[in-house]
C-alpha cells in the first residue's frame, strides 16, 4: 500500500512538472533597439500561442503605462534548424501562434517598431509575455460553444488532448536522450582514438630516442 502511494505522489509530481512547463508567464524590459529572445523546448506538431500587451515608461509620473496604439512589436520564431517559421508586426497589444514541425529549442525574439515611433525614443518598454503549449492553448469555451459539447464531452477531449500532450513530451524525452547518447556515444569515440594517438606518439618518441641514444654511444665508441 505504501509503495502504490509512493509511485501515485512521484506520478503526481511528473505530470504537475508537465503542466507547468508549458505554460510560462514572464514580464521583461526592453530599451528602443533592443531585442529580446526566449528559448522554449517544444515537441513535434505543438501549437504554441503567445499573448502579450505592453507599457511605456512615464517620466514625469516614473511609472508603466499602457502603450498607445501607434506602438507596435515584431515577432520571430526560429526553429532548431534556424528557420524562421515566423515573422510578423503585431500591435501594442496583441497574440501569435504558431506550431512547430520540428521537435527541439525554438527561439522566439521580440522587439519594437521605435525606429517609427518617436515618442519612444529613449524611453523604456516593458512587456508582459504568456507563452500557452499544447493542449494549454485550447479555449475549451470556445470549443464547447462551437461544437456544442456537454460538459462531460469537453472534459473527456481536454482528457485527451493531455494524454496526447503528455505522449509528445515522453516522444520528446527519448528523441532528446538518443541525442545525448550519440553525443556521448562519439565523444567517448574521439577520446579513444586521441589515448591511441597519445600512445602512438609516446612509442614513436621512445623508439628514437633509443635509437639515437644508441647512436651517440657508437659514435664515442662506449659500446
Same mark, same amino acid.
Given at each position: 500500500?505504501?509503495?502504490? +502511494?509512493?509511485?501515485?505522489?512521484?506520478?503526481?509530481?511528473? $505530470?504537475?512538472?508537465?503542466?507547468?512547463?508549458?505554460?510560462?508567464? $514572464?514580464? /521583461? %524590459?526592453?530599451?528602443?533597439?533592443?531585442?529580446?529572445?526566449?528559448?522554449?523546448?517544444?515537441?513535434?506538431?505543438?501549437?504554441?500561442?503567445?499573448?502579450?500587451?505592453?507599457?511605456?515608461?512615464?517620466? %514625469?509620473?516614473?511609472? /508603466?503605462?499602457?502603450?498607445?496604439?501607434?506602438?507596435?512589436?515584431?515577432?520571430?520564431?526560429?526553429?532548431?534548424?534556424e528557420k524562421?517559421?515566423?515573422?510578423?508586426?503585431?500591435?501594442?497589444?496583441?497574440?501569435?501562434?504558431?506550431?512547430?514541425?520540428?521537435?527541439?529549442?525554438?527561439?522566439?525574439?521580440?522587439?519594437?517598431?521605435?525606429?517609427?515611433?518617436?515618442? /519612444? *525614443?529613449?524611453?523604456?518598454?516593458?512587456?508582459?509575455?504568456?507563452? @500557452?503549449?499544447?493542449? %494549454?492553448?485550447?479555449?475549451?469555451?470556445?470549443?464547447? *460553444?462551437?461544437?456544442? $459539447?456537454?460538459?462531460?464531452?469537453?472534459?473527456?477531449?481536454?482528457?485527451?488532448? @493531455?494524454?496526447?500532450?503528455?505522449?509528445?513530451? @515522453?516522444?520528446?524525452?527519448?528523441?532528446?536522450?538518443? +541525442?545525448?547518447?550519440?553525443?556521448?556515444?562519439?565523444?567517448n569515440q574521439?577520446?579513444?582514438?586521441?589515448?591511441?594517438?597519445?600512445?602512438?606518439? $609516446?612509442? *614513436?618518441?621512445?623508439?628514437?630516442?633509443? +635509437?639515437?641514444?644508441?647512436? /651517440?654511444?657508437?659514435?664515442?665508441?662506449?659500446?
Amino acid at each position: 500500500m505504501a509503495a502504490v +502511494r509512493m509511485w501515485s505522489a512521484v506520478l503526481s509530481f511528473f $505530470l504537475l512538472n508537465i503542466f507547468y512547463g508549458l505554460v510560462t508567464s $514572464l514580464y /521583461f %524590459h526592453i530599451g528602443e533597439t533592443e531585442k529580446k529572445c526566449f528559448v522554449e523546448e517544444i515537441p513535434d506538431e505543438t501549437m504554441i500561442i503567445g499573448n502579450y500587451r505592453t507599457q511605456l515608461y512615464d517620466k %514625469h509620473k516614473e511609472e /508603466f503605462l499602457p502603450a498607445t496604439q501607434g506602438l507596435g512589436m515584431f515577432v520571430e520564431v526560429k526553429d532548431p534548424d534556424e528557420k524562421m517559421i515566423l515573422s510578423r508586426q503585431y500591435g501594442s497589444e496583441g497574440r501569435f501562434t504558431f506550431t512547430s514541425h520540428t521537435p527541439g529549442e525554438h527561439q522566439i525574439c521580440l522587439h519594437s517598431n521605435s525606429s517609427k515611433f518617436s515618442l /519612444f *525614443a529613449g524611453g523604456m518598454l516593458r512587456v508582459h509575455l504568456d507563452i @500557452q503549449v499544447g493542449e %494549454h492553448a485550447n479555449n475549451y469555451a470556445e470549443i464547447a *460553444a462551437k461544437d456544442k $459539447l456537454s460538459e462531460l464531452q469537453v472534459r473527456v477531449r481536454q482528457l485527451v488532448e @493531455q494524454v496526447d500532450q503528455i505522449q509528445k513530451e @515522453q516522444n520528446y524525452q527519448r528523441y532528446r536522450e538518443e +541525442r545525448f547518447r550519440q553525443t556521448s556515444e562519439s565523444t567517448n569515440q574521439r577520446v579513444l582514438w586521441w589515448s591511441i594517438v597519445q600512445t602512438l606518439i $609516446l612509442v *614513436a618518441i621512445g623508439i628514437w630516442q633509443m +635509437r639515437h641514444l644508441k647512436s /651517440f654511444f657508437e659514435a664515442k665508441k662506449l659500446v
